[in-house]
């Protein structure tokens, strides 16, 4: 599903609260592009460390995602907050109203997987109107506007290296390490099944607080199906020596092809990767392909 120019789309806040001058420079973005733009009405909300409480949020999403004028559904932001709002939302009425096209990122990875459980739905892990990479790096708009207008046929990580060098084929999905692993027991927190690629990132979180998320997925056979794995970026988290020695440890005796340096997540470069679809990994052009 792309849209176009004239399409409605509606930005909501699943995760923390969202700065008003932040949003403001990714909505002129949006607009830019010919797009219409909606905010939810507790997008401006504060609860805390939450956009407003979990029931508004739930209804904010549920709401834009089965308006029929909307095309597009673009999270304002990440944070924490995504996973207390999960069993609030109608999936039945999300699953009636069909789909639309979805970005998000860091936090909104419980989002991610839950519309991949329940709706079977392909999604765009990818910069948010009310982050910073959008506005500054010319990069991460052009990728972003081109997944939702054309679509994507390729991505290269221009520094991208083999820590184990290989070719992959598989669907691709992921998103950021700890709420991949704090979601293992719910409903969204199973991978789906057969072949896939993985990418993988995280933000300030020291190494071994990362292996210790990476090894309860590992022990709770998370990766069993895994075909290759693309490590994004990992702000903050430590000297880059030691991250990389503790991801090959942790993640080398899979056995698959595993790119380091794949400019998504929380860099200042924040390339989009469409979720659920088919994808080919080559570490020796540090390139993903995608069918679908």
């Given at each position: 599903m792309k849209l176009a120019p004239g399409d409605l789309v509606a930005i909501v806040a699943p995760s923390g609260p969202v700065g008003a001058a932040a949003l403001r420079r990714g909505v002129a973005i949006l607009k830019g592009w010919g797009l219409r733009v909606r905010v939810a009405p507790h997008v401006a909300a504060v609860s805390g460390y939450l956009a407003g409480p979990d029931a508004a949020r739930a209804a904010d999403f549920t709401e834009a995602w089965t308006d029929p004028r909307v095309r597009g559904v673009l999270c304002a932001r990440g944070g924490y907050g995504t996973q207390r709002m999960l069993d609030l939302i109608d999936w039945e009425r999300l699953r009636q109203a069909g789909p639309k096209v979805f970005v998000g990122s860091s936090d909104i990875t419980a989002l991610h997987a839950a519309l991949a459980h329940h709706l079977g739905q392909v999604t765009y892990f990818g910069p948010m109107p009310a982050g910073t990479a959008l506005s500054?790096?010319?990069?991460?708009?052009?990728?972003?506007?081109?997944a939702l207008f054309t679509g994507l046929?390729?991505?290269?990580?221009?520094a991208g290296e083999a820590l184990v060098p290989g070719?992959?084929?598989?669907?691709?999905?992921?998103?950021t390490i700890t709420l991949l692993a704090t979601s293992l027991g719910a409903p969204e927190g199973a991978p789906p099944a057969g072949d896939r690629i993985v990418f993988l990132e995280d933000v300030t979180e020291a190494p071994y607080r990362l292996d210790r998320s990476l090894t309860q997925l590992l022990r709770a056979g998370w990766f069993?199906?895994?075909?290759?794995?693309?490590?994004?970026?990992?702000?903050?988290?430590g000297p880059e020596e030691e991250l990389r020695a503790m991801l090959t440890d942790r993640l080398g005796p899979l056995g698959v092809p595993i790119l380091w340096g794949f400019p998504a997540g929380h860099g200042p470069t924040q390339?989009?990767?469409?979720?659920?679809?088919?994808?080919?990994?080559?570490?020796?052009?540090?390139?993903l392909r995608f069918f679908g």
């Open positions: 500054r790096d010319r990069l991460t708009a052009d990728t972003l506007h081109r046929d390729a991505l290269r990580a221009p070719t992959a084929r598989g669907v691709l999905h992921g998103g069993e199906g895994v075909t290759g794995i693309v490590l994004g970026s990992f702000v903050d988290c390339l989009t990767l469409p979720f659920g679809v088919r994808a080919e990994l080559s570490t020796a052009t540090a390139t």
